[in-house]
């Protein structure tokens, strides 16, 4: 099955600056790659997604980036405020077989942004 | 529009009781999930259904069973629970099972 490594596990960072989170993943034939945030005590919420065929995708001030050959992916945070602080997990869907649909997700980030 | 509801929101159980977590969603999704979160360990798959009618098993199904009562629910039952199954359980759902998943606002379940 697909397995999905993020980093770092906290991020700590000044408002304004930028924040950036990675993750791995094992299946090549994995093709979605979705970003969940989630604040303390509630549900995840999809933030932004990324599909196989797309290098990158930007919305406001959060971008993702796809590199299928090296089979990592990574958010990014520009501009960053308090209200950013939360924990992200990233995923990955596996694409074929009995598995098709399932995501996996990362371990989490911890992001604390400081005012 | 409430979305994806679960209920109840909190739940303490004894070793060795039974328990049903329910979920319901009003987005007219085909597809429902069942994770659990732990500490340091993100959200893991129990059980998913990719439609009315189906279920499968996920990366962590052991000791639960799951019941997909119509297009709407999606329940998840303890038949004898323990004290590794405490966790936050969330409800999931998606139009289907290649779009995005739609969270509820969890389920805090402690087994003493």
């Known amino acids: 099955g697909e397995n999905v490594e993020q980093h770092p596990s906290t991020l700590s960072v000044q408002e304004g600056d930028s924040a950036v989170i990675k993750c791995t993943y094992s299946?090549?034939?994995?093709?979605?790659f979705p970003w969940y945030k989630q604040e303390l005590g509630k549900r995840p919420q999809l933030i932004i997604d990324?599909?196989?065929?797309?290098g990158e995708k930007k919305d406001q001030r959060i971008a993702v980036t796809l590199n299928k050959t090296a089979k990592h992916f990574s958010l990014h945070i520009t501009e960053t405020q308090p209200e950013d602080s939360a924990v992200y997990f990233c995923?990955?869907?596996?694409?074929?077989?009995?598995?098709?649909?399932?995501?996996?997700f990362g371990q989490g980030t911890i992001l604390t942004v400081h005012p | 529009n409430a979305g994806v509801t679960q209920t109840p929101k909190f739940q303490v159980l004894k070793t060795g009781q039974s328990m049903t977590l329910q979920c319901a969603q009003d987005?007219?999704?085909?597809?429902m999930y069942w994770y659990r979160q732990d500490p340091g360990m993100g959200l893991r798959l129990i059980y998913y259904?990719?439609?009315?009618?189906?279920?499968d098993k996920g990366e962590v199904p052991n000791g639960y069973n799951v019941s997909r009562l119509n297009k709407r629910e999606f329940s998840l039952r303890l038949e004898s629970a323990a004290p590794s199954q405490t966790s936050v359980y969330f409800c999931?759902?998606?139009?289907?099972?290649?779009?995005?998943?739609?969270f509820g606002d969890g389920t805090r379940l402690s087994i003493l």
């Open positions: 990324i599909r196989s065929n797309v």
């Open positions: 987005m007219n999704h085909n597809s």
């Open positions: 259904s990719a439609s009315e009618g189906t279920t």
């Open positions: 299946d090549s034939a994995s093709n979605y």
């Open positions: 995923a990955a869907r596996e694409a074929g077989g009995t598995s098709y649909g399932k995501l996996t």
């Open positions: 999931a759902s998606s139009v289907v099972q290649d779009q995005p998943q739609h």
